[in-house]
């Protein structure tokens, strides 16, 4: 225990100190069930992840060679393969796959701002009573199965689907305009699943701003376009900022949408790693993949988020 | 002035964007006819279509045995955590733990998956333990993506709790163990119902990971729907969506007017 705690000076604090100097306190078993949990189940698959990455596909159970192995005069053989990694720089794929995934991530967040902040707005400035109402049902069908909310623009988005036929019956357009199986599509369905994550923070954030600042700029002359852009808009980058991140995170590994919705030629690295594991079944490959994946995606966000963190802290 | 008519406009559009799909999957539900979106006259045939379907009656049933079990387990596991962060300052490994309960949470799910299989091959082939892949890889892997988010909603509820109750509690000479079950546990179990819960419906709705993790005769009803929906769309399904969605619509108005009673008392 840590002398300098409080608790230590109790008499309870006492015993706990004795049992912990024998390895039995309630306090280590408290931090290391969860520690140990973590340790097995997150951080040591990430290590068997790597160790896969570089070892080269074999047509067995598992799919894999060993990276190492012990000869008969009890010399042991270390085999790395970096191969993997230098195939996933030559291919294109992997290196557009990538881009691409960032790009549709930005521009789906980008999307979901523009249409969440005036819904956002609205909420914010509305009654007590509504707000209440306006808020469960913007939650509502974050609860309901994400699949099957993806699934109903199946079909409403196909050539026979409930959009083409509405717009064919009015005679606006005499053949089905394609939608299913395109980019358009997967921005559509990255928006319309994360649109409660962008419209919650941006909630909570602008239902905090004072009106007095509005009702200022407005007495000082300034249009309402004016006070939005000096006052509004920069009070609510917080808002703006936390919204975008829960919007971008998890559709930059994206998986479902792209393979519900998407065509062939939707390139996401999520999908990428999807169909290097089960269609092709190399799983050096896959694992290779995701450790791209983590250096190359995940480890920028947690940094972003940090960042973030300490820029909320100082405020 | 314009803002007067933009502002609900443009709210009424989004609300008709969020709810347009949803609706005609309803809609679409009670339709006679087998061409999912053409109009066939009124019958609820698809829904008695559904309960003979034993393959989706049986996922269903194991979904949410699973979603049971690992919103349990990571709700006893976030829980610990989460007091461990916000009640102990100081420890070896602090940062160690920080890290890893906050990673599953920026984590893509295709990632999660991948490792935990590797892993669980690796343990079968080095320990023989777990014996094939099923319910249980299932329950470990989801509870583990579930405690992170239970450790987030348990650990705001403890940082808002007023120390000095346990302390006062402490001071009357009640145990640890006694302060937790007595003052603690009572105040922050609003917490542990929304973690609990929210471990639930992560579980429930999980396709990828479960289908990394999970062997024969193990299909989750997420794993099942995406392989009916990969052939097209159809019927039944948009019968199992509008269950899904009542039962749901109902829990949370339930539960909304729940928290309206109690805030007015």
């Not at chain 2, 937790?180 to 429930?204: K, V």
């Amino acid at each position: 225990m840590n002398g300098n705690t409080a608790a230590a000076q109790r008499p309870w604090g006492f015993i706990a100190g004795l049992l912990s100097r024998a390895g039995f306190s309630g306090r280590t078993l408290l931090i290391a069930a969860p520690t140990l949990w973590l340790l097995i189940f997150f951080l040591i698959p990430f290590l068997v992840v790597a160790k896969i990455a570089l070892s080269e596909i074999t047509i067995a159970s598992p799919p894999y060679l060993p990276i190492v192995e012990w000869t008969a005069d009890g010399h042991m053989i270390v085999t790395l393969n970096f191969g993997n990694f230098q195939f996933l720089l030559d291919d294109p794929l992997y290196i557009s796959a990538y881009l691409s995934s960032i790009k549709i991530a930005a521009f789906s967040t980008l999307i979901s701002l523009l249409i969440a902040y005036p819904m956002a707005y609205f909420i914010a400035r509305s009654g007590e009573r509504y707000r209440n109402i306006l808020l469960m049902l913007v939650i509502l069908p974050f609860w309901s199965s994400f699949l099957l909310r993806v699934y109903a623009w199946i079909g409403f988005l196909k050539s026979n689907g409930v959009i083409n036929n509405f717009l064919m019956s009015t005679g606006i357009i005499s053949d089905p305009i394609p939608m299913l199986q395109t980019d358009f599509a997967v921005y559509v369905g990255i928006v319309y699943t994360y649109l409660p994550f962008m419209i919650l923070p941006l909630y909570t954030n602008l239902v905090k701003l004072d009106e007095a600042l509005l009702e200022a700029a407005a007495d000082l002359g300034a249009r309402p376009m004016t006070t939005f852009f000096t006052v509004t808009l920069p009070l609510s980058l917080p808002g703006i900022i936390a919204g975008s991140m829960l919007v971008f995170i998890p559709a930059i590994g994206e998986f479902v949408i792209p393979a519900l919705l998407g065509g062939p030629n939707t390139l996401m690295i999520g999908r990428v790693l999807w169909d290097e594991f089960f269609s092709n079944r190399d799983w050096p490959v896959a694992s290779a993949v995701a450790i791209a994946m983590l250096v190359a995606v995940v480890l920028p966000i947690m940094f972003m988020r940090n960042v973030e963190a300490n820029i909320a802290g100082d405020k | 002035m314009r803002r007067h008519w933009l502002l609900p406009t443009a709210t009424l559009l989004g609300f008709i964007f969020l709810y347009a799909p949803i609706l005609s999957l309803i809609i679409f539900s009670f339709n006679d006819s087998k061409l999912v979106t053409v109009w066939g006259g009124f019958s609820t045939r698809w829904y008695g279509e559904l309960f003979q379907n034993s393959q989706i009656i049986d996922a269903a049933r194991l979904s949410l045995i699973i979603a049971t079990l690992s919103a349990s387990l990571a709700l006893v596991l976030g829980t610990l955590a989460a007091i461990a962060l916000t009640r102990f300052r100081r420890f070896h490994g602090r940062t160690l733990l920080t890290g890893m309960v906050t990673a599953p949470l920026v984590m893509p799910d295709v990632i999660i998956g991948l490792s935990m299989l590797l892993l669980f091959v690796a343990m079968q082939s080095m320990f023989g333990w777990p014996a094939g892949r099923g319910v249980l890889t299932i329950v470990l892997s989801h509870a583990t993506l579930c405690m992170a988010f239970v450790t987030v909603v348990v650990q705001s509820r403890l940082a808002d709790l007023d120390v000095a109750l346990e302390e006062a509690a402490q001071d009357l000479g009640a145990t640890p163990v006694r302060v937790f079950f007595d003052i603690t546990l009572p105040i922050i179990s609003p917490a542990l119902i929304s973690g609990w819960l929210l471990a639930f419906t992560l579980s429930l709705d999980d396709l990828v990971i479960a289908s990394f993790v999970s062997g024969p005769g193990s299909s989750t009803l997420p794993m099942v729907i995406f392989s009916k929906i990969r052939l097209g769309v159809s019927p039944d399904i948009n019968a199992l969506a509008t269950i899904i969605i009542g039962v749901v619509a109902l829990g949370v108005v339930i539960a909304t007017l729940q928290m309206w009673r109690q805030s007015k008392t």
